[in-house]
């Protein structure tokens, strides 16, 4: 989706999908509590990125990618589990998928860098707190 208003859509029913399965979490509490925040933390991130999109046009990939990073971030301090092996692949990868957005002209640098921090910070939170 190259225009940024070709894009609401998807991210919207994205966000009602999620907000479904939030709901559903919250209602039948089977899972443990930092699932919950990672949905809830993953909404959020999809909501802000919806407004975002209205003016500007962010690196979805990245905003992906940085919350996978940012959750195992979060998981590795929350639990104290010795996950940086799995965390530099991420980071890694998150530097791939980042170069191949500028590359392919999809995005400017400051989308890119914005998309991942973005994830990472939301996502982080979400579950530590």
Known sequence: MKERKERLLPVAFTGLFYLLGYYFLV????VPYFIQG?????????????????FWKISMHMIGIGGLAGALFALSQRFGLDIWLIFSAVVIISGLVGTSRLYLNAHTPL?????FFLGFIVVFFGILL
């Open 27 to 30: 209602r039948f509490p089977v």
């Open 38 to 54: 990672f949905m809830l933390a993953t909404l959020i991130t999809i909501l802000v990125t919806m407004f975002i999109t209205f």
């Open 111 to 115: 989308q890119v860098h914005v998309g």
